[in-house]
């Protein structure tokens, strides 16, 4: 009998330990595999995250919140220049290039030299010139001589008529041929004292810097040639392209907010200046002119760089959220709300959330009515919970 009941007590000691060994396996595979809690986990379709986890993280509660929110109106365009910062040079006649010392990039001064032209035909123009100053002075003394005799009845009105056409048609072919030279930048002073130059120079306009250069040395260029251009990037600004049903809410001094998407994702500052009154057939647009309020970081753009901007027509009032709380899933956004709170954990529930314009680091929520007013949300360290969900 004894052996019977050792043996029965043998059997029932395997049996306890192999079930305590079973629920020691289960703990451990739910817990991480050394007792300890893990610090996310799934919870009836929601996230867990421990105490220890939400503070290591740093991670944050809060509400939705009234904010305002600026109601724009979006723009795109160029960072330009007005026309009189800008200068295309050309000659006033045609020639050979003889000297240019500037490279694309250059700065130059106004009054600069710029190119130096040559050709034969500019020794032509002064001799012209010279012919036309010399007959000048004899068709002057011989018109003063009629005058003279036509007020004493000495001569007939048919010689002194002639002596004036005579003068005053050679006294225009003068001065023109002179106002040719001084356009040449030939000084017609030289001229007359026996200075004559096969070669011609232009000068700079305006200062800036050089854009294009489209000559080289021993070139031949025509009067309706683009020899260069030059850029004063000391009055660049915005000009926009604005749609005509939106043209109604713009006004001068508005704010602009602007960026230069294929160099850089800073937002910059500017303001409206100049609304235009006609609109364009062929985009039904509106030009607008705004000008930059930080003027030290117009040093940082070139004429030309598209821009993408938004005018600050008004303002409105909206429920939103911090900006990192909501998480983009396949084009769908979502954030974490909390379920539960307990001594040593949190329990969130990720739902959809239908988003608006976000501006100062807050989002629009449009979808407030499936939320209620005390419900409070992961605001900091939301990221990467829902993207283990």
Same mark, same amino acid.
């Given at each position: 009998?004894?052996?019977?009941?050792?043996?029965?007590?043998? #059997?029932?000691?395997?049996?306890?330990?192999?079930?305590?060994?079973?629920?020691?396996?289960?703990?451990?595979?739910?817990?991480?595999?050394?007792?300890?809690? #893990?610090?996310?986990?799934?919870?009836?379709?929601?996230?867990?995250?421990?105490?220890?986890?939400?503070?290591?993280?740093?991670?944050?509660?809060?509400?939705?919140?009234?904010?305002?929110?600026?109601?724009?109106?979006?723009?795109?365009?160029?960072?330009?220049?007005?026309?009189?910062?800008?200068?295309?040079?050309?000659?006033?006649?045609?020639?050979?290039?003889?000297?240019?010392?500037?490279?694309?990039?250059?700065?130059?001064?106004?009054?600069?030299?710029?190119?130096?032209?040559?050709?034969?035909?500019?020794?032509?123009?002064?001799?012209?010139?010279?012919?036309?100053?010399?007959?000048?002075? @004899?068709?002057?003394?011989? @018109?003063?001589?009629?005058?003279?005799?036509?007020?004493?009845?000495?001569?007939?009105?048919?010689?002194?008529?002639?002596?004036?056409?005579?003068?005053?048609?050679?006294?225009?072919?003068?001065?023109?041929?002179?106002?040719?030279?001084?356009?040449?930048?030939?000084?017609?002073?030289?001229?007359?004292?026996?200075?004559?130059?096969?070669?011609?120079?232009?000068?700079?306009?305006?200062?800036?810097?050089?854009?294009?250069?489209?000559?080289?040395?021993?070139?031949?260029?025509?009067?309706?040639?683009?020899?260069?251009?030059?850029?004063?990037?000391?009055?660049?600004?915005?000009?926009?392209?604005?749609?005509?049903?939106?043209?109604?809410?713009?006004?001068?001094?508005?704010?602009?907010?602007?960026?230069?998407?294929?160099?850089?994702?800073?937002?910059?500052?500017?303001?409206?200046?100049?609304?235009?009154?006609?609109?364009?057939?062929?985009?039904?647009?509106?030009?607008?002119?705004?000008?930059?309020?930080?003027?030290?970081?117009?040093?940082?753009?070139?004429?030309?760089?598209?821009?993408?901007?938004?005018?600050?027509?008004?303002?409105?009032? =909206?429920?939103?959220?911090?900006?990192? #709380?909501?998480?983009?899933?396949?084009?769908?956004?979502?954030?974490?709300?909390?379920?539960?709170?307990?001594?040593?954990?949190?329990?969130?529930?990720?739902?959809?959330?239908?988003?608006?314009? =976000?501006?100062?680091?807050?989002?629009?929520?449009?979808?407030?009515?499936?939320?209620?007013?005390?419900?409070?949300?992961?605001?900091?360290?939301?990221?990467?919970?829902?993207?283990?969900?």
């Amino acid at each position: 009998m004894k052996k019977y009941i050792f043996k029965f007590i043998i #059997s029932l000691s395997v049996l306890i330990v192999a079930v305590s060994c079973g629920n020691s396996e289960g703990n451990s595979k739910e817990t991480g595999g050394n007792g300890a809690k #893990s610090d996310s986990t799934a919870n009836n379709g929601g996230t867990q995250v421990s105490l220890a986890q939400f503070e290591g993280s740093d991670m944050e509660l809060g509400k939705m919140q009234e904010n305002t929110f600026p109601v724009t109106v979006d723009a795109t365009g160029m960072i330009d220049v007005p026309p009189e910062n800008k200068a295309i040079i050309s000659s006033f006649a045609d020639g050979y290039v003889k000297e240019t010392p500037l490279l694309i990039g250059d700065q130059v001064k106004k009054g600069q030299f710029l190119v130096s032209l040559e050709n034969p035909d500019y020794v032509q123009m002064q001799q012209d010139y010279l012919d036309a100053m010399e007959q000048m002075k @004899y068709l002057k003394s011989e @018109y003063d001589r009629q005058k003279a005799l036509i007020e004493e009845n000495i001569t007939s009105e048919k010689n002194y008529l002639k002596a004036e056409s005579e003068y005053k048609r050679n006294l225009s072919k003068y001065q023109s041929m002179r106002k040719k030279l001084q356009m040449l930048n030939l000084n017609p002073k030289a001229v007359e004292n026996g200075t004559i130059s096969s070669v011609i120079r232009i000068y700079a306009p305006i200062a800036g810097s050089i854009t294009e250069m489209n000559i080289n040395k021993g070139m031949y260029v025509s009067a309706a040639d683009e020899l260069m251009r030059i850029i004063d990037t000391d009055h660049l600004h915005l000009e926009l392209n604005v749609f005509e049903k939106d043209v109604m809410k713009l006004k001068k001094g508005q704010e602009i907010r602007f960026s230069i998407p294929e160099a850089s994702t800073d937002t910059i500052e500017g303001e409206v200046h100049l609304v235009g009154t006609s609109i364009s057939e062929e985009k039904r647009t509106v030009k607008v002119h705004g000008h930059f309020k930080d003027e030290d970081k117009k040093t940082r753009f070139a004429t030309g760089m598209f821009v993408e901007a938004e005018i600050i027509t008004d303002q409105k009032n =909206a429920k939103a959220l911090p900006t990192q #709380s909501i998480v983009s899933l396949d084009d769908t956004d979502y954030v974490l709300v909390l379920q539960k709170k307990t001594d040593s954990s949190y329990v969130f529930k990720r739902r959809e959330v239908m988003t608006g314009n =976000a501006f100062n680091g807050f989002t629009i929520i449009k979808n407030t009515s499936d939320f209620k007013n005390n419900d409070q949300f992961l605001t900091k360290g939301a990221f990467p919970l829902i993207k283990e969900e």
